[in-house]
């Protein structure tokens, strides 16, 4: 795992977001995985793209997830469906508009989600995760967030689009 950037700002986080490959530029395609660098005998493979809070970390033990858990949704995807569904899924979370689904009057600040990922779990064929990692395991909230990520992820998605996002809860202990 490699940090590729930090932001805090909107303004901070284009500048780097336009210069990162999309997944279905850097993903298994059908026939291969995609070898990723300019220096011909330092060239990798990317297998995920994690986006989290400062001092959180994508893995179970973080002291920030082990008490929450995650939606996931874990499909085939053609590759424009693919970056739609990730683009949508950053700025859902970096525009706050999945985190505001928390909000219900009950005087908390809504502060849930921790981070998103998109995981490249081919083998053979396409198949890929996208994640949404929340630190509770509160069925009201873990539910308004899961409605709103629903609506936000599949924005721009044409009516005659077959594919649908099925997501599923898993507790992160």
């Known amino acids: 795992m490699s940090a590729l950037c930090q932001f805090s700002?909107?303004?901070d986080f284009w500048k780097f977001y336009t210069h990162i490959p999309k997944p279905s530029?850097?993903?298994?395609?059908?026939d291969c995985r995609k070898n990723v660098g300019s220096d011909p005998d330092n060239t990798r493979t990317v297998e995920e793209y994690s986006l989290f809070k400062k001092g959180?970390?994508?893995e179970w033990g973080d002291p920030l997830n082990i008490n929450g858990g995650e939606w996931f949704c874990r499909q085939t995807l053609d590759p424009d469906v693919l970056?739609?569904?990730?683009?949508?899924?950053?700025?859902?979370?970096i525009g706050e508009v999945v985190e505001d689904a928390c909000h219900s009057?009950?005087?908390n600040d809504g502060d849930y989600i921790n981070g998103v990922r998109v995981?490249?779990?081919s083998r053979g064929f396409p198949m890929f995760k996208l994640e949404i990692w929340i630190k509770t395991k509160d069925e009201a909230i873990?539910?308004?967030?899961?409605t709103k990520l629903l609506e936000v992820i599949t924005d721009g998605q044409p009516p005659t689009r077959k594919t649908h996002p099925k997501f599923d809860w898993k507790d992160h202990s």
């Not at 970056?83 to 979370?93: C, K, M, P, S, T």
């Not at 873990?142 to 899961?146: E, G, T």
């Open 9 to 11: 700002s909107v303004e």
């Open 25 to 30: 530029e850097v993903f298994f395609d059908g």
């Open 56 to 58: 959180i970390e994508p």
């Open 83 to 93: 970056d739609l569904y990730w683009q949508n899924l950053v700025l859902g979370v």
């Open 105 to 107: 009057g009950d005087n």
């Open 119 to 121: 995981l490249d779990k």
């Open 142 to 146: 873990r539910n308004r967030i899961k």
